[in-house]
Nanobody
């Protein structure tokens, strides 16, 4: 079975922290970039962060720079998103997604564009509220 399994969402107070995980099952992430996207009710998907495969490139949306950190665990075939200093406007359903980026490809072309990612997780709710 080929899928991305996401976990770690929940309810947190403003200023708090959460860590989301995205584990690949049935395939290796070695040749894939992993992106994190979020969608609030009535809004389109927004790119949050992504991490490259071979190049090791990392991108963040301006709204989360300095607060969120993306990382890879190659042994466990997992990507994490550490979210600190959370704000109410971070409330959304978060998805991770895989983008095929072999050595001849580049993440620099539209790194946070949802259309560039083909395989998506089931999503997890993140709610930031008192």
């Amino acid at each position: 079975q080929v899928q991305l399994v996401e976990s770690g969402g929940g309810l947190v107070q403003p200023g708090g922290s959460l860590r989301l995980s995205c584990a690949a099952s049935g395939f290796s992430l070695d040749n894939y970039a992993i992106g994190w996207f979020r969608q609030a009710p009535g809004k389109r998907d927004e790119g949050v962060s992504c991490i490259g495969s071979t190049e090791g490139s990392i991108y963040y949306a301006d709204s989360v720079k300095g607060r969120f950190t993306i990382s890879r665990d190659t042994v466990n075939n997992t990507v994490y998103l550490q979210m600190n200093s959370l704000k109410p406007e971070d409330t959304a359903v978060y998805h991770c997604a895989a983008r095929f980026t072999p050595s001849w490809s580049s993440l620099s072309m539209e790194p946070l564009a949802p259309a560039r990612y083909a395989r998506w997780s089931q999503g997890t709710q993140v709610t930031v509220s008192l």
